[in-house]
């Protein structure tokens, strides 16, 4: 059984290297998304010079190293080299992990005039009350939380769609958080 499971070079290069995998496998990329407000809207609690950097720089390499690790993947594909298509797989996750959870955090900040930096009303502060006791018991698990991780990483509040509640996920360095997509 277990030599059924094995696969020759000249195979997995062959199943790379196909007409049809190369007519489905376009190299696309990914570029910067504007933020739905300026810069410094969020002063005094965040300024816009922070805003700025963390949003052009910070956001921007990111993508930057996400699409260079797509193009290095694409030509890898196309060459039959399933070792480097393999050795990638931890850049494309980082990068694109990092890419994605700083789109997720951008459109969760909101101006004041826009209800942000306000406790949450409606539905969802109800379902903070019946899911965690209080805004602020949800705070305080949500900072426990983000004290456990070692080195970096993400607190998210979402739904859980099977559980119909809300629940906390945390997710080390840029680990993507698609359980709430």
Same mark, same amino acid.
């Given at each position: 059984? *277990?030599? &059924? ?7 997995? @290069?062959?199943?790379? =290297? ?6 489905? &496998? ?20 965040? @300024? ?7 949003? #052009?720089?910070?956001? !921007? ?5 996400? +699409? ?17 298509? $393999?050795?990638? !797989?931890? *850049?494309?996750?980082? =990068? ?11 459109? =969760? ?20 009350? &019946? +899911? ?19 080195? @970096?990483?993400? $607190? ?12 906390? #996920? @945390?997710?080390? +360095? !840029? ?7």
């Amino acid at each position: 059984m *277990a030599l &059924r499971s094995l696969a020759t070079i000249k195979t997995l @290069s062959q199943g790379l =290297n196909s007409t049809r995998l190369a007519q489905y &496998r376009a190299l696309q990329t990914f570029s910067l998304p504007d933020l739905p407000y300026d810069y410094g809207v969020l002063e005094p609690i965040i @300024s816009g010079e922070i805003m700025q950097l963390h949003h #052009q720089k910070h956001h !921007q390499t990111y993508i930057t190293n996400y +699409n260079k690790a797509l193009e290095q993947l694409h030509e890898a594909i196309q060459k039959g080299d399933s070792s480097t298509v $393999v050795k990638l !797989q931890s *850049a494309i996750k980082f =990068n694109g992990g990092g890419h994605i959870n700083h789109s997720i955090f951008w459109k =969760n900040l909101a101006p004041i005039w826009e209800g942000g930096g306000e406790p949450p009303k409606g539905s969802l502060g109800w379902a903070i009350d &019946r +899911n965690f006791g209080s805004l602020g018991s949800l705070i305080h698990n949500i900072n426990a939380e983000g004290a456990a991780l070692q080195g @970096s990483g993400w $607190v998210w509040l979402g739904v859980d769609k099977e559980l119909k509640k809300l629940v906390i #996920q @945390s997710t080390a +360095n !840029q680990v993507a958080c698609i359980r709430f997509l």
